[in-house]
C-alpha cells in the first residue's frame, strides 16, 4: 500500500487478479477496522465499507520500493536479498555485535525506513524461510536458535505457507489447521499424500533443506572530483581537470562493460551554490571524446556565476553495452555512420534541450488523425502496414468525384466509437489531374462525400 503513495491511513485497497478473479490483494488498517480483508471481492469489500478506495495494484512501484528499501538494507548488512517478491531478507548474523545486538539492530532498522516512508514489520530467525514466514503475518518475532523454530512456528496457520487451493483444501479436509499438525505426521505418508513440494517448503522452514538466495548489489554509480589549487574563470584552465574525470569515466565504464544515459558536472565556488551542467545521451555513450566535446560546448554557453574551486563528475544512470549488431559480410561500417549520427542528435539535443527532439511514434488507433503522435523517447518508430501519406492535411478538403482517377482499392477504417468520434470511411490512393498523388477517402456515413486527406510525396 506504501508504495502506491497513498494515505494509508484512509479505507483503501489495491485490487489483483487472485486464482483468475479480481480481488483485494492489500487493504489498509483503516479498511481493515471495517472488516475488510486481503482476497475479498470487490463487491463484498464494498457491502462492508462504502467508502472504500480501490485502486490497481502497481508491481512496477512495488519492486521499485522493495530496491530503495535493498539500499537502506545494505548500510545494516553486506548481504541483501530480493529474490522473494514481497520482502526482503538480510543476513545479520556477521553485523550484530556491530549495531549492538538484536534489539538496537532492529530499532535502527525500523528508523531507517520509518524515515523513508515505509512501515516495517521485522522478523529475525535462523533460517530466511521462517523469518520470511514470519514478516508476511506481521509477526515481529526474535528466534535465535534453530532447536526453537519448531516450537515457535508450530502454532501458525498452514495458510501461511503458500499452498496450492487444491492442497490447502485437501488439508482442511483431514483436520490440519497448524504447522504443528503437519509435523506430527510421518514424513513418508505427507510426501505421499501431498507431494514433495510440501515437505521441502516445512524442511526450508526448519533450515533442513538449503536455499540459495542471489544477493543484492547496489547499481555502479561513478562519483570523482577534482580540487583546483587557485580560484579560475577561464574555461580553458580547468577544463584539463574536467577532461582527467571524463578519462576516468571511461574507464571505469570500460571495466564493466556498460554505458552512461546521463551525466552530471558539478562546478564548485566558494560560498555559492554549485553550478550543475547535465548531459543526457539519446542512446548509452562512454567515448570520453564525445562527452568532452558536449560537456565543452555546454560549459561555453553558460556564463559561469563565481570562479571555480573543483569540479566533479556524477554519473549513476548505468546500463549494461549493447554492442551493434552488423553483418558478417557488410562491406560498408554502418556502426560508424549510425554512431556519427547518434552524435550529431545528442549534440543538437544538448544544445537545444531535451524536449527539441522528437520523432513520430505510431499511436493505439486506426483514425488517421490519431494514428501518430510526437514521441521523445528512445522507443524505435513503428510503422503501419498500409501506405500513409507524408503530409496530411489538418482537415479533410470536399473533392468532386470526376477530379481524380482511383489507383488502389478501398482500406475500410471504421473506428472510434467508443469516444463519440467515430468515423466510417473508404480510403483510397488517387491521382489528380496536374499528376498529384492523393490520399482521399470517401464518408459511408451522412452526405457520402469524397474529401482529400494527405498528399504523398
Known sequence: MEALKIDTTQAVAAIATLNGRPGLYAVSAAARQTGVEPGMSQNAAQALCPTLTLLPRD???????????ANIGLHFSPWVSLDRPDCQLLEIGSCLTLFG????????????????????????????????????????????????????????????????????????????????????????????????????????LLGLQPTVLNAFHRPPAFAARRELPIDLTRLDHFFPAIAQLVEAWEEFLRQRDAVA?????????????????????????????????????????????????????????????????SSLFAEEQATEANSDWQAMLDQVQNRLGHHALQRFAVAADHRPERAHHHDTTQTAMLTVASPRPLWLLDAPEPLSADSFTLLSP?????????????????????????????????????????YLHGLFG
Open 410 to 450: 478501398a482500406e475500410r477504417i471504421e473506428s472510434g466509437w467508443w469516444d463519440n468520434q467515430a468515423l466510417r470511411r473508404d480510403y483510397f490512393i488517387g491521382q489528380d489531374r496536374l499528376g498529384r498523388k492523393l490520399w482521399l477517402f470517401r464518408e459511408l456515413a451522412g452526405n457520402r462525400g469524397w
Open 101 to 204: 545486538g538484536t534489539d538496537r539492530f532492529r530499532q535502527q532498522l525500523r528508523d531507517a525506513c520509518l524515515a523513508a516512508g515505509h512501515t516495517p514489520a521485522i522478523a529475525i530467525a535462523p533460517t530466511a524461510a521462517a523469518a520470511e514466514l514470519l514478516a508476511g503475518l506481521g509477526l515481529e518475532m526474535q528466534i535465535t536458535e534453530p532447536a526453537q523454530l519448531r516450537s515457535a512456528l508450530g502454532p501458525l496457520p498452514i495458510a501461511a505457507l503458500g499452498l496450492e487451493g487444491k492442497t490447502l483444501a485437501r488439508l482442511g479436509n483431514a483436520g490440519i489447521r497448524r504447522l504443528v499438525d503437519l509435523w506430527r505426521l510421518p514424513r513418508d505418508g505427507l510426501a505421499r499424500r501431498y507431494g514433495n513440494g510440501l515437505l521441502q517448503r516445512l524442511d526450508s
Open 59 to 69: 508491481p512496477a512501484a512495488e519492486k521499485a520500493a522493495l530496491k530503495r528499501l
Open 261 to 325: 544515459l546521463a551525466v552530471a558536472l558539478d562546478l564548485h565556488h566558494h560560498r555559492r551554490p554549485s553550478t550543475r551542467l547535465e548531459l543526457r545521451f539519446r542512446h548509452g555513450n562512454r567515448d570520453a571524446g564525445h562527452c568532452l566535446a558536449l560537456l565543452r560546448e555546454k560549459l561555453e554557453r553558460s556564463p559561469l556565476p563565481a570562479p571555480v574551486l573543483g569540479v566533479e563528475l556524477l554519473c549513476s544512470e548505468i546500463a549494461q553495452c549493447q554492442p551493434a549488431i
